[in-house]
């Protein structure tokens, strides 16, 4: 088993080697995950990274007003494949 240490090392070796990263949350996102989300979006970006965020829009709620809700990806209309 990998320590704590270990762990975010690897995390951190797969997003430095990935060129595309989808971010998503629970089901039912409620401000916090839809916020978190777009933050680490952000961040990717500014990391020169692909980055699609996938969210059920229809749950997004208060959160709209958030900075980067026009890039959200919509659930249903994402491809998976």
């Known amino acids: 088993m990998m320590n704590n240490s ?3 090392r ?7 080697n990935a060129n595309t990263i989808v971010i998503t949350a629970h ?19 500014q990391k020169n990274k692909s980055v699609c965020v996938v969210l059920p829009k ?11 809700i026009d890039d959200i990806v919509d659930i249903d209309d994402f491809d998976f494949n």
């Open 10 to 16: 690897a995390i951190t070796n797969a997003i430095e």
């Open 58 to 68: 229809s749950q997004i709620g208060s959160a709209a007003v958030l900075d980067g």
């Open 6 to 8: 270990d762990q975010l």
């Open 27 to 45: 089901q039912y996102p409620d401000g916090d995950a839809v916020g978190s989300s777009l933050a680490i979006y952000h961040i990717l970006k």
